[in-house]
């Protein structure tokens, strides 16, 4: 069977996301704003998307069966997690359209191949080797120097997977940490800030980029993104350019976000790049109310081959993530002047568990 043609859709076509969770629901409203129905294909569990697609299915994603019925029902499939497996990607794109395609996934899946893949574009990432040995990791470690992280190649996100190597570390008892999987080891880049670019490429290979946002971690989780970031007007368009160029690289079509650190050096910023997600990303959540555009309705127009929408900025914006119990502030944020809340609907709040966001958006004064 060869691959589908990727032709533009229309309003009435059904879209198909992999994944159940908040991203997947943002995804699925805005959707319905362009006249397209979602079917959503989760494993078990608390898929807060199910409540607002218009058919779900509950399936392991390696279930050959349940891929089969779901492509049938959709005309093009994405996917709200960069985790989705191969054979997955293989099995649909060979079927309906998928984007972002397989090579996006394939890049960004293994950490590995996303630091040469980005270094070899010319951008800045920290400095880097593979570890697939504690030979390895002591090489890593003598020619990298300390402090380093050591960070698992694949299924890492907020933190997990990785663990600080500061001068006189025990490297065994680091690499059983994260539990002897294959890995690398980054130098640590001494960061003043952390800001990522969320941008979006259409089936055209139109380029849009949202404004730099400036992020703000606690615990390893989003807690904050503040837009404009405090960076300078050269730091910033070097950042744009980066996201374009990794864009156009991988052929990509829908909203992706690059994390980059900024430093300073000598009076100077400059930025490098963490990594690289392929999907909509938290930290464009402001963009619901503080952009032309939301992040959810560009990825939506991207992958159904519509034309993208401007990204421009509505003012100074903030997004506040709702993190846990966090989330049982509602009433106060309801009653909060130009406060938007977007709860979840998960059903549980547990510790560290994205439970909402609220935006706040001041328009800038002349
Ligand atoms: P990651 O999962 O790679 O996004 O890393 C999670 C967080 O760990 C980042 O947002 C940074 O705050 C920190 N971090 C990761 N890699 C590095 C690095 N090479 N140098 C300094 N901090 C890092």
Known sequence: MSAPVPTGLAPGAVLGILGGGQLARMMALAAAD??????????????????????????????EAALATFAEGVDAVTYEFENVPAATAAFLSQRKPLHPGARALAVTQDRLSEKRF???????????RAVDSLGDLEAAVAEIGCPAILKTRRFGY??????KIAPGSDLAEAYDAIGRFPAILEGFVPFVREVSVVAARGLDGAFAAFDVCENEHRDHILAFTRIPANLTETASKAAIEAAHRIGEALGYVGVFAVELFVLEEAGTERIVVNEIAPRVHNSGHWTSEGAQTSQFHQHVRAVC??????????????????IGEAALR????LAEPGA???????????????????????????
Request: hydrophobic fraction near 35%; charged fraction near 30%.
């Open 330 to 333: 509602w009433q106060a944020l």
């Open 118 to 128: 980005v270094s070899e574009l010319g951008l800045d990432v920290a400095p880097f």
């Open 158 to 163: 907020d933190g997990k997977g990785q663990v």
């Open 34 to 63: 362009l006249g397209i129905r979602c079917h959503v294909l989760a494993p078990e569990g608390d898929n807060p998307a199910f409540d607002v697609a218009a058919r779900h299915i509950v399936a392991e994603y390696e279930d």
């Open 340 to 366: 938007h809340l977007h709860l979840y609907g998960k059903r549980e709040a547990r510790p560290g568990r994205k439970m909402g966001h609220v935006t706040r958006v001041t328009p800038e004064r002349p």
């Open 305 to 322: 081959g519509f034309p993208l929408g401007s990204a421009e900025r509505r003012g100074r914006v903030e997004m506040e993530n709702l």
